[in-house]
């Protein structure tokens, strides 16, 4: 049975990081893209990154201030978010196996998900 467990999140005021960590177990992702998600109260599911073998992508509310990366040995993938703004309030949730499609990303395997909230 694949789970995706993630720890990190909280209460961050604005302007700080936040790092979180979401560890698969079950089967190897290894090779396979995982990433990440946030959905705000009463707003639809939003892309925050992406990680695939060799590539890196980013939705727009977060490029520039996000870094996504994997350890592939450990089959668990990171999110490191700087300079936080209370719109970055969300749940988020990790994901794996991953694909872009024509209506944007979607995945296979969900975290339980995990509150950030940002305060002002």
């Known amino acids: 049975q694949v789970q995706l467990v993630q720890s990190g999140g909280g209460l961050v005021q604005a302007g700080n990081s936040l790092r979180l960590s979401c560890a698969a177990s079950?089967?190897?992702?290894?090779?396979?893209?995982m990433g990440w998600f946030r959905q705000a109260p009463g707003m639809e599911r939003e892309f925050v990154a992406a990680?695939?073998?060799?590539?890196?992508y980013y939705g727009i509310s977060v490029k520039g201030r996000a870094t996504i990366s994997r350890d592939n040995a450990k089959n668990t993938v990171y999110l490191q978010v700087k300079s936080l703004k209370p719109e970055d309030t969300a749940v988020y949730y990790c994901?794996?196996?991953?694909?872009?499609?024509?209506?944007?990303?979607?995945?296979?395997?969900w975290g339980q998900g995990t509150q950030v909230t940002v305060s002002s």
């Open positions: 994901a794996a196996d991953l694909r872009k499609e024509v209506r944007g990303w979607s995945a296979n395997y």
């Open positions: 990680v695939t073998g060799g590539n890196v």
């Open positions: 079950g089967r190897t992702f290894s090779g396979y893209p």
